[in-house]
């Protein structure tokens, strides 16, 4: 005999419920860009990322947030329908709390700056740089946005090369051109 | 370190429900399963090291079985606290504590068998850490008095 999914899920449910998890996740399948990995505490949005497999972050969540990691899909619930909204049209801006406390200061300067970059517009990486207080830390700031713990919600898709290349993204160049593309950035 | 929970649940939950259905039935394993591993959330991060992770999860389900007999037949026997899936990781221990009253018994094992602290093994066996200690030292006297 093995565990019923049912119970699995109740399991997983009472578990969340009782306020026991250092970070809940689970995987949305079903998104134009393909299926993503979202991780909640309980200070907000932990981590989105396009590769999907729960193996390749449960190491790094543990180590990031507390060992108590586990798959949980009502935590995720509220994050489901932002980006749901999000990816219908209906949503420009997110309204979650995300929970960036790991990252080194300047990290979350830099992505405190990167959230104020608004839907449909584009910045650049020595732009950001200069907001976060060093104009020649364009390099830099390509760094943090490729390492990027929670895309899309953090915009790192709207900073581009000063020519307007798209220049690179963590999830693939095809997704960056897809989100600019929604958000009606680009034609 | 210890790993993930994720990792821990999986790797357990299977067996640990066997052993559940095996002792309770079907529908009282449901509930012993969920409050198995709830349980071993709460004491999850107090866990110092990744050894015997799953005894240790073993002993809270026994813990569970214990209760659950106890609640429902109040005048009946214990069934045994070490079973044949907790066996190996208690052998040592065993031939010592074979006589000892299950929640002594535990208390010990979890002590000198494995090393973990009273307030992990209260959390473990769902009470406090006083209480923890003081059924370990209670065996610990009731050892003495029977091997000496």
């Known amino acids: ?57 449960l190491e790094s969540l543990a180590k990031q947030f507390g060992p108590r990691v586990l798959r949980s899909p009502k935590p995720i619930e ?41 839907y449909g517009h584009t910045t650049t990486y020595g732009a950001l740089a200069a907001l976060a207080g060093n104009p020649r830390a ?4 390509g760094t943090i946005m490729n390492r990027n713990p929670i895309p899309i919600v953090l915009p790192c898709h709207r900073v581009v090369g000063v020519s307007g290349s798209l220049t690179g993204y963590a999830g ?5 051109e897809q989100l600019l593309r929604l958000e009606g950035a680009l034609l | 370190m210890i790993p993930p929970f994720e990792t821990f649940y999986e790797e357990h939950r299977d067996e640990i429900y066997r052993f559940l259905e095996r002792r309770l039935g079907r529908q ?7 409050e198995t591993f709830l349980r071993a959330l709460r004491a999850y991060p107090r866990l110092h090291t990744s050894d015997h992770l799953r005894a240790w999860v073993f002993t809270i389900a026994s813990r569970i079985v214990v209760d659950d007999f106890r ?32 929640k002594q018994r535990a208390a010990i094992v979890l002590r000198y068998g494995y090393d973990l602290e009273y307030d992990e093994i209260g959390a473990a066996l769902g009470s406090t850490e006083q209480a923890a200690r003081q059924a370990a030292s209670a065996g610990v006297r009731r050892l003495r008095k029977e091997k000496t």
Request: contains cysteine; negative net charge.
């Open chain 2, 28 to 34: 009282r394993a449901e509930d012993a399963f969920q």
């Open chain 1, 172 to 176: 693939g160049l095809d997704r960056k």
């Open chain 1, 1 to 57: 005999m093995t565990v019923s999914p049912t119970l699995d899920e109740r399991f997983r449910a009472a578990a969340a419920a009782a306020n026991l998890l250092d970070v809940a996740f689970d995987v949305i399948t079903d998104t134009p860009v393909g299926p993503l990995l979202v991780g909640v505490t309980d200070h907000g949005l932990c981590r989105i990322s396009y590769d999907a497999d729960a193996e390749h972050h």
């Open chain 1, 138 to 141: 364009a390099r830099a700031v």
């Open chain 1, 78 to 118: 509220h994050v489901r329908r932002e980006l749901d909204e999000y990816f219908e049209g209906r949503r420009r801006h997110f309204e979650l709390a995300t929970d960036i406390r790991g990252l080194s200061a300047y990290n979350q300067k830099v992505l405190a700056e990167l959230a104020h970059v608004e």
């Open chain 2, 71 to 102: 609640r429902r037949r109040p005048n009946a026997e214990l069934p045994e606290l070490v079973t044949e899936d907790g066996r190996p990781a208690y052998e040592e221990l065993a031939p010592l504590t074979d006589d000892l009253p299950p």
